[in-house]
């Protein structure tokens, strides 16, 4: 028989010892963890606002600290409902600096115009990681509801192309325009559109070069400007251009505006946001404007012999000869213009009831003549 070995009283009073030691030694640990808690300044925000994110801390800090969060959302997309700061991008997950010291963080939530009628919107954010110093208290989770508000005429119109032959022809004009350039329009591109470029505005369209200036966006949810030198074309080598990309949008009125102040210094915004993006070409070349043979058109483009055609809704079109700064984008795109707005050469709102002329309202008068049936309907654009 195998003898029985028993813990004698001292044996079980060390083990007791190290257990509560163990214990005690991890719970001072985590003692000295900062609880931190997520709270909101309001828990809705109606569109066109912001609300302000709060990351509070029980005590200051006693270094630079971390805190990972999440956000998540089944109804809103960030880029087209809502932003965060300066976040040109989100992958689910984003961190804050808390700064030595300091009680806290914060961050805002704007809430971003969409101009659709649709249920509110609601936006979770949730503390996922902290550095060592820091401990999710109770409140780790907030949830802000983003308030769908119509802001929008009721009397407003757009201009609708089928995608397959449909355009707006502008004349021959713009041949002595130089850099800078700013383009801005209010887009609806058809859920329904194929696969591929879908063209907004080309300075100078007919010929196979690449010339003059244009605006472009697709089915991938993309926004694009470019200039051409007018030497060739079906090569980087004549031409410029910067397009960023973004959340799907088809289906909802978004605004666009393309800022081309040189070759290597381009901006791609949508809804007044600067969303970064890539440079493409490599043309020494300027700008070559100077095409009378060409004119300028609206939802069609002639390139590298292909004819691209808009499928969608385009509303207020403007182009101004110089560079708009971020502020000035933001808003114009919601303001009607005067004529006489400085460096504005062109200013199309497609409110005519009848006809196919498309007036130009801006001092330069260049009004358009609509090709092959494009449609009036009736724009939700919030433009006053």
């Not at 070559?288 to 969608?312: C, D, M, W, Y």
Request: proline residues 4%; glycine residues 8%.
């Amino acid at each position: 028989m195998k003898p029985i070995t028993k813990f004698t009283p001292l044996w079980m009073g060390m083990v007791l010892l190290i257990t509560l030691c163990f214990t005690s030694c991890r719970n001072d640990k985590e003692d000295e963890r900062i609880p931190i808690n997520l709270k909101g300044a309001a828990a809705q925000v109606n569109e066109g606002s912001e609300v302000v994110i709060r990351l509070t801390l029980a005590k200051s800090a006693k270094k630079d600290e971390y805190v990972t969060l999440s956000v998540s959302s089944s109804t809103a997309g960030f880029g087209t409902d809502y932003g965060i700061d300066d976040l040109l991008f989100l992958e689910e997950e984003f961190s804050v600096l808390i700064p030595k010291d300091s009680t806290g963080a914060s961050v805002a939530l704007h809430a971003l115009p969409d101009f659709e009628q649709e249920s509110d919107e609601k936006i979770t954010f949730t503390i996922n990681r902290t550095s060592d110093g820091l401990l999710a208290g109770d409140q780790k989770t907030l949830t802000v509801t983003i308030v769908d508000v119509e802001n929008y005429p009721d009397e407003n119109r757009a201009i609708s192309f089928d995608g397959v032959d449909d355009y707006i022809d502008l004349g021959n004009i713009y041949d002595n325009v130089t850099l800078p350039v700013t383009i801005s329009v209010w887009v609806w591109v058809d859920p329904n559109v194929p696969k591929g470029s879908l063209p907004i505005i080309d300075s100078q369209d007919g010929l196979p070069y690449y010339n003059g200036f244009s605006l472009i966006t697709s089915n991938i949810s993309h926004v694009g400007v470019q200039y051409g030198d007018g030497q060739g074309e079906n090569s980087e080598h004549y031409r410029r251009a910067k397009s960023a990309l973004f959340n799907p949008v088809a289906g909802r009125w978004v605004n666009m505006t393309g800022v081309m102040r040189s070759a290597t210094d381009m901006s791609c915004y949508l809804n007044g946001i600067d969303m970064g993006g890539t440079y493409a070409g490599s043309s020494d070349l300027p700008l070559k404007s100077n095409s009378p043979q060409e004119n300028a058109k609206v939802g069609i483009l002639f390139n590298n012999g292909r004819t691209l055609h808009f499928q969608g809704k385009l509303d207020e079109l403007r182009i101004w000869n110089r560079a708009l700064a971020e502020a000035e984008i933001q808003k114009f795109m919601i303001t009607k213009l005067d004529h006489s707005a400085p460096g504005l050469i062109g200013y199309w709102d497609f409110n005519e009831s009848t006809g196919d002329a498309v007036i130009d309202k801006s001092a330069s008068k260049f009004n358009g003549t609509l090709k092959n049936s494009p449609s009036r309907v009736a724009s939700e654009v919030p433009v006053k």
